[in-house]
C-alpha cells in the first residue's frame, strides 16, 4: 500500500498543471477564434452560434431538395422533393442518416419561410 502514495502525488502534481493550462488556454482561443470572425466579417451571433444548433440557409436548403426560388413557391413541390429524396436515403435501404436530417431540415426551413410569407401576406 505504500506506493500508492508517491503515485498519488506524482499524477497530481501532473494534472494539476496541465488543468491549469487548458483553464486560461480555452477560453483565451475561444476569444482569439470570435476576434478572427470579425474580422472576416462573420457576424459575431453567428461565429458564436453552435455548430450543432446552425441552421442551414435558404440557398443550401433550396440546393439539398434540387428546387429553384420559383420551385419552392410550390408546397407541392418542397413536398414532393422532400418525399422523393428521403426515401431515397432511407437508412434501412443503405441510405445515409446525415442526409436525411439535411433534407428533414431544408423542409422545415422552406415550409417556415412559406408559412412567414403567408402570415405577412395577411397583416397586409
Do not use: C, H, W
Not at 441510405?95 to 412559406?114: M, N, V
Amino acid at each position: 500500500m505504500a506506493p500508492l502514495g508517491p503515485l498519488a502525488r506524482f499524477l497530481a502534481q501532473l494534472v494539476v498543471p496541465v488543468v491549469a493550462v487548458l483553464a486560461r488556454a480555452i477560453p483565451a482561443a475561444y476569444g482569439q477564434a470570435l476576434q478572427n470572425a470579425r474580422k472576416a466579417g462573420v457576424d459575431a451571433a453567428e461565429a458564436s452560434a453552435p455548430v450543432f444548433g446552425k441552421r442551414i440557409s435558404r440557398a443550401e436548403a433550396l440546393q439539398v431538395l434540387n428546387l429553384t426560388e420559383k420551385e419552392a413557391a410550390n408546397p407541392e413541390a418542397i413536398q414532393r422533393q422532400f418525399d422523393r429524396y428521403f426515401a431515397a436515403n432511407e437508412v434501412s435501404k443503405g441510405g445515409s442518416f446525415y442526409l436525411q436530417s439535411k433534407i428533414y431540415r431544408a423542409k422545415e426551413l422552406l415550409t417556415e419561410f412559406q408559412e412567414e410569407k403567408r402570415r405577412e401576406e395577411m397583416k397586409q
